[in-house]
């Protein structure tokens, strides 16, 4: 077909502008935005270390929570804890990395250098307004410790204990215990730290101490020269401690390590480790 060289220009003019214009309105299009990744089914989020779990305890560790202060090797009750939430969390041994913190530093507001610690916390309302506590991993009752010579070295009642001097750290569950439970003549004798209350059962400040029966087991066995486990404290009275794991405050992960803890406990093997690790209930009478 024949086309005069005025149109041919007119058409080629008029191509050129239509693309120019197609490049100018694909200039000014917004580019699309890369789809943000969302975690996988599973996965978890919030780690102090991506791919690894970081788990504190104290500085040192006492047994028999851990053994020779190297909860690495999983040997005492809260390192084999912490490894049994590890697997269940999906963690190899070799993934687990252990940080050290005071007691005290771990449950003060404010981030965290660890993804859960366990130094046998015990869960309280006030605590909880400063970071979360998974579900329970223990219970424990409470139990009386004297030593040998003690006015108390003979007790087998709670009302065998009643004229004594019973002692505790303040603001404890053992110190609730003793008002409640023993209910002393002379009251709870009061202590800042278990350190303190054992120093005044050793010279003969008090006749015994009241802690939770893991520490008393340790006192007895390991601290006291002479110490005498006198018996646990009646659980019917609802006076425990119920220890959870401690993460910062609403911390991706703590609805994963609650689950863990629950799956754990409905299996038997928070019950399998307490009795490895604490001996059960193994010497402790319980005192009426």
């Known amino acids: 077909m024949f086309r005069s060289p005025r149109r041919a220009r007119r058409v080629a003019a008029l191509t050129a502008g239509l693309a120019a214009a197609a490049l100018t309105l694909a200039a000014c299009t917004p580019a699309a935005e890369a789809p943000v990744e969302e975690p996988a089914e599973g996965e978890l989020t919030g780690l102090v ?13 006492y047994f028999p929570y851990v053994i020779d202060d190297a909860p690495e090797s999983g040997e005492g009750f809260e390192a084999a804890i912490a490894y049994a939430v590890a697997e269940e969390l999906g963690f190899a041994a070799e993934d687990v990395v252990w940080v050290r913190t005071s007691f005290e530093a771990a449950i003060q507001p404010g981030p965290k250098d660890f993804d859960f610690n366990l130094q046998q916390y015990t869960i309280t309302d006030e605590r909880a307004e400063n970071v979360d506590f998974s579900s329970p991993y223990y219970a424990t009752p409470q139990a009386v410790v004297t030593v040998e010579g003690s006015p108390a070295a003979e007790a087998g009642s709670l009302a065998d204990l009643s ?17 409640e439970q023993i209910t002393p ?104």
């Open 49 to 61: 270390t991506e791919g690894k779990l970081t788990i504190a305890t104290g500085e040192p560790a």
């Open 163 to 179: 004229g004594l001097l019973i002692g505790a750290a303040t603001g404890t569950t053992s110190f609730t215990a003793i008002e």
């Open 185 to 288: 003549t002379a009251g709870a004798q009061a202590f800042n730290t278990n350190d303190d209350a054992v120093l005044a059962l050793q010279n003969g400040t008090v006749d015994a101490i009241v802690v939770d029966l893991p520490t008393a087991f340790f006192l007895t066995g390991v601290i006291l020269d002479g110490g005498v486990l006198l018996g646990q404290l009646p659980a019917d009275a609802g006076i425990s401690d119920e220890w959870g794991l401690v993460l910062a405050k609403d911390s991706p992960l703590t609805a994963a390590v609650t689950a863990a803890v629950d799956a754990l406990r409905d299996s038997g093997r928070l019950a399998e480790i307490a009795d490895e690790w604490l001996g059960a209930d193994a010497g402790a009478p319980i005192l009426q």
